[in-house]
């Protein structure tokens, strides 16, 4: 399943859920959206239903996180690394 297109994910923190939006206009780049705020994401490459990306955070602190995601139809489920913070669960779907 492709990963082109815009998704409303939620990750799972310790400061609770965050509402984000993924957006990969091909399966080599995207931006990550909050409010009014967006951030390139780095390293995208998809393999097969998979795909891993990087993006750097500036807030609440600076941290780079790395994703791996699994798409699934209109799903996806995956996992944030963000540096000694630890690793959050995310879930999202794809916007309509």
Known sequence: ????????????TPM??????L????????VARRGSDSVPLQDVSVDGDTATFS???????RVTGQCTIEVDGDSLTGSARAGFFGTFALTGTRAA
């Open 55 to 61: 993006v750097a955070l500036t807030q609440p602190v």
């Open 16 to 21: 609770g859920a965050q509402a984000i939006s």
């Open 23 to 30: 957006e990969f206009p091909d399966e080599s780049s995207g």
């Open 1 to 12: 399943m492709s990963i082109v297109g815009t998704w409303n994910v939620s990750i799972v």
